[in-house]
């Protein structure tokens, strides 16, 4: 489930200029992060990217990448800062790294870069999340100053109970920004429900928030790839593209589709 895999790398590119930081969040916390853009860029739309449950991982470094080189500066942010570094090819490690994560702090940290970029010349943050980064995608609008949000298979309703750990269900609770928001799912994607799906598109609709949905026919969960062999990836490419697209123009999507 989710990236745990490292796809061939984007194409080498010159102007591109990559570098691991630290940027404060609101309590003073060193959160750790990967930040790539072009040599020289005057960009004004800037992503901030959350990963999933195997952390910032190579995956996500290049994807990145990637969004630097479609002219949008990336920050990916590791949600796992406040934690000890763990072996991701154990599963029990994993599955532990996760269950200690604390959804509050993660959310904090996740609003952190919407004032570190802009104070860097950033006019406008679209923050991109994947699974358990695509729910804080939904949630973080709510609580920090992000212009339009896109969810990879993110969960609009928890599936585990709630606990002091975690205790926002994004639907359950209410909790998600009024912002654009693009999203992605497979229709096999076990993991989220697309009935979930199906019903966080009709309390946006009811709550007027402009949303574009994309229910991807016979794909899985964590379908997003860059390897040109995979079945998804002409869709996978599309759909990378459609989510740089929207970075650069949320304001233009003002309706639900599917």
């Given at each position: 489930m989710c990236h745990d895999t490292t796809p061939p790398p984007p194409p080498a590119n010159a102007s591109r200029v990559s570098r691991e930081l630290q940027f404060d969040s609101e309590d003073g916390y060193a959160v750790s992060g990967y930040f790539a853009t072009l040599d020289q860029s005057a960009a004004t739309d800037c992503i901030v990217l959350v990963h999933d449950v195997f952390g910032a991982s190579p995956f996500y470094r290049q994807l990145a990448d990637r969004y630097a080189d479609r002219g949008i500066p990336c920050l990916l942010i590791d949600i796992y800062s406040r934690q000890p570094a763990i072996d991701v090819s154990d599963p029990a490690q994993v599955a532990s790294r996760r269950s200690a994560l604390d959804q509050q702090l993660a959310i904090l940290d996740c609003g952190a870069?919407?004032?570190?970029?802009?104070?860097?010349?950033?006019?406008?943050?679209?923050?991109?999340?994947?699974?358990?980064?695509?729910?804080?995608?939904?949630?973080?609008?709510?609580?920090?100053?992000?212009?339009?949000s896109v969810v990879f298979y993110g969960l609009p309703r928890r599936r585990r109970e709630k606990t002091p750990l975690e205790p926002i269900s994004?639907?359950?609770?209410?909790?998600?920004?009024?912002?654009?928001?693009?999203?992605?799912?497979?229709?096999?994607?076990?993991?989220?429900?697309?009935?979930?799906?199906?019903?966080?598109?009709?309390?946006?609709?009811?709550?007027?928030?402009?949303?574009?949905?994309?229910?991807?026919?016979?794909?899985?969960?964590?379908?997003?790839?860059?390897?040109?062999?995979?079945?998804?990836?002409?869709?996978?490419?599309?759909?990378?593209?459609?989510?740089?697209?929207?970075?650069?123009?949320?304001?233009?999507?003002?309706?639900?589709?599917?």
């Open positions: 870069p919407s004032q570190w970029l802009p104070s860097r010349g950033a006019k406008r943050v679209t923050i991109v999340g994947f699974c358990l980064g695509g729910t804080l995608s939904i949630i973080a609008p709510a609580r920090a100053e992000f212009d339009a994004p639907l359950d609770d209410r909790v998600f920004g009024r912002v654009p928001v693009l999203g992605f799912w497979g229709d096999r994607d076990e993991v989220v429900g697309i009935d979930n799906v199906a019903e966080f598109d009709q309390v946006l609709t009811s709550e007027g928030i402009p949303h574009e949905f994309h229910i991807l026919e016979g794909l899985p969960h964590s379908y997003l790839t860059f390897t040109p062999e995979d079945p998804a990836f002409a869709v996978s490419q599309a759909n990378f593209e459609r989510s740089c697209d929207f970075a650069l123009h949320a304001n233009l999507h003002r309706t639900s589709t599917k």
